[in-house]
């Protein structure tokens, strides 16, 4: 047999393993089972005290994984020894840790000369917290990278896992407007970036509706539901969400199941979370604190927004 189909094999096996392993761990009290989503890349970050808090809460917790989107704010450095400090941090927590890539992760960065080094950072993001085949943290849940078809070899963020019978996986969304420039000429990283995110998300409704999966959860950073960019008298800003949106909704309104985006757009007061529904498609955002939801097959639309005490609201 090929190498690569043998290893597509082996990697789906482990996964349907660890799926069956999850969801029997999660429910052998009850019928239900809890994640949590960590926003580290705010603009009022500073340092990881926040981020090694929200893991020691969230390790205290009954998860069944912790999502971290963003691994530093637009403030602070993009040099690799950041980078690989936070990979050891988030690789030392007890729940299995999935990366949400984050645009104050790579889009931001300066070189020396203040040019823009967001393509060197990005790949170079790739290459510390996107390599294995295993989540971060001590429970070690194996995942599938979109970085395995060939064609789309460089997108190796966008991940995909199962617990039960939901799938759930990160997509590449950055905030400030999906990272569309102003600037004359092609957006190469925005278009090329579009055409494998449509790829992706065609490929995981697809597969969803295959194994007749309950649900997707999306793991994203920008808003792709939020209020596209305003219109100016001298300039007319380009809605970078926009295909993407329509996306979502063609696919969603296909698919069976219930389809969740949870993304780092929250609000900036205390005011608790809720997941906004238009038919079988919801969003939530990620406020300042982390967020716990609670996966229940009795509820009728899945899904509940919990504090850390457990309280459904």
């Not at 912790?66 to 400090?85: M, T």
């Not at 971060?136 to 070899?153: N, V």
């Not at 997108?155 to 969304?173: H, K, P």
Request: hydrophobic share 45%; proline share 3%; glycine share 8%.
């Amino acid at each position: 047999m090929p190498i690569q189909p043998l290893r597509h094999l082996l990697l789906s096996t482990c996964l349907a393993a660890a799926t069956l392993l999850a969801a029997g761990a999660a429910r052998a009290g009850a019928q239900d089972f809890a994640f949590a989503v960590i926003n580290h890349a705010g603009a009022g970050v500073k340092g990881d005290a926040g981020l090694r808090q929200a893991l020691a809460e969230t390790d205290a917790d009954n998860l069944a994984f912790v999502v971290v989107n963003g691994i530093k704010s637009p403030s602070e450095s993009c040099d690799d020894a950041l980078y690989a400090q936070r990979h050891d941090l988030l690789a030392q927590a007890q729940n299995g840790i999935f990366v949400s890539l984050a645009g104050s992760d790579w889009i931001t960065c300066r070189d020396r000369e203040n040019r823009s080094d967001a393509i060197e950072r990005l790949a170079r993001m790739r290459d510390i917290f996107y390599a294995g085949e295993f989540s971060l943290g001590a429970s070690r849940l194996p995942m599938l990278r979109q970085s395995l078809t060939p064609k789309f070899r460089s997108y190796a963020e966008n991940t995909r896992w199962e617990v039960g019978n939901v799938l759930f996986a990160t997509v590449n969304l950055p905030a400030a407007n999906n990272h569309f420039l102003l600037d004359g000429g092609r957006n190469n990283e925005f278009e090329d970036r579009l055409i494998a995110n449509r790829n992706w998300l065609q490929h995981l409704f697809a597969f969803a509706a295959l194994k007749k999966s309950a649900a997707i959860v999306f793991f994203s950073d920008g808003n792709p539901f939020g209020t596209p960019p305003r219109r100016s008298f001298f300039r007319t800003q380009r809605d970078g969400f926009v295909e993407t949106r329509k996306l979502f909704s063609e696919l969603a309104g296909k698919f069976r199941g219930r389809v969740l985006v949870v993304h780092a757009q929250g609000g900036k007061n205390k005011a608790a979370a809720h997941i906004l529904w238009s038919g079988n498609l919801g969003s939530v955002g990620v406020g300042e604190r982390w967020l716990k939801v609670v996966v229940d097959e009795h509820l009728p639309q899945l899904f509940a927004v919990a504090d850390a005490d457990g309280e459904r609201r």
